[in-house]
């Protein structure tokens, strides 16, 4: 809840008139607790893994001829049963993992200082701070990733998130109750270290989440935005792990590619990619 009574107060607080969008907050948020403000995010959660998903699951079953030539692993098909079976079990995940685990994180988050009051951060400081989220989530990931392809973490939990070698972009949160745990850590330790305000840790788990939709698609679109990124992974690279399944020991990344290049663990993936690479120029010729 806003220490503020009235936008005049607020302002008089600020020693300057609210902008737009911090009138808009200010209106929203005053008579509602930081708790309750916090909660938002189990819905944001929710819609993006349970809506995003659903026009590239109308892709794979419409085989529409203009974008499925997009398509990474062609010959691989998965039924709307399948599909659906996937789903369920991200949802089983919302429901009795990352929903309660919501509820009852918001004693971290106040401890660590996300704020809800005024003023509103400016562009280029949602812009810093989701970098050095996604910075420290990727590198952090990176490694109990690899973990979890050890012979241990893969048969004991990474092997559900493993069971479709196609990436079917619900497959994202598609995983065991303790990899959800275990990867939901990378996720609180860049607000954690620099903490900011509740809309923009909104947007980070929101971002986040979009981002392993992405990764999980099955499509490698050329336009992508994500294209321009740069250092960054998407679809084309992530899938050759799923490909690979079990027995991969290469492109551990969630999001970046250098920490696969810096410790060596892309050489099959780029091994691959120039064998692809000379068999295209040898059809075409």
């Avoid at 939990?157 to 065991?176: F, K, L, M, N, V």
């Avoid at 993936?269 to 010729?285: E, H, P, S, T």
Wanted: neutral net charge; charged residues 15%.
């Amino acid at each position: 809840m806003l220490p503020y009574d009235t936008i005049q107060e607020a302002s008089a607080a600020l020693g300057r008139n609210l902008s737009t969008a911090e009138t808009i907050w200010f209106n929203y948020s005053a008579n509602k607790s930081d708790y309750f403000l916090y909660c938002h995010n189990i819905v944001f959660l929710f819609v993006v893994s349970s809506v995003l998903p659903f026009p590239l699951i109308f892709i794979e079953l419409a085989r529409l001829a203009g974008v499925d030539r997009y398509k990474i692993q062609p010959k691989v098909r998965l039924s709307w049963p399948e599909m659906f079976r996937c789903y369920k079990g991200v949802v089983r995940n919302y429901l009795l993992v990352i929903g309660p685990l919501q509820l009852v994180s918001y004693p971290y988050i106040k401890m660590i200082g996300i704020r809800t009051g005024l003023p509103l951060p400016s562009g280029w400081e949602m812009f810093a701070q989701l970098l050095v989220y996604f910075l420290i989530e990727d590198y952090t990931n990176y490694w109990i990733h690899r973990f979890l392809h050890s012979k241990w973490g893969y048969e004991k939990i990474h092997r559900i998130h493993h069971e479709y070698t196609t990436p079917i972009g619900y497959t994202g949160p598609y995983s065991h109750w303790a990899e959800v745990l275990l990867l939901g850590i990378p996720s609180f330790v860049g607000p954690a270290m620099v903490p900011g305000h509740m809309i923009i840790f909104w947007l980070w788990t929101s971002l986040r989440n979009i981002e392993a939709i992405d990764t999980h698609s099955g499509y490698d679109f050329p336009w992508s935005p994500t294209k321009y990124i740069p250092f960054y992974g998407g679809a084309e690279y992530h899938d050759y792990h799923h490909y690979v399944g079990g027995q991969s020991q290469s492109n551990f990344a969630s999001v970046f590619t250098y920490c696969d290049y810096i410790y060596g663990t892309d050489k099959g993936y780029r091994y691959q990619k120039k064998i692809f690479q000379k068999l295209a120029v040898q059809c075409g010729d």
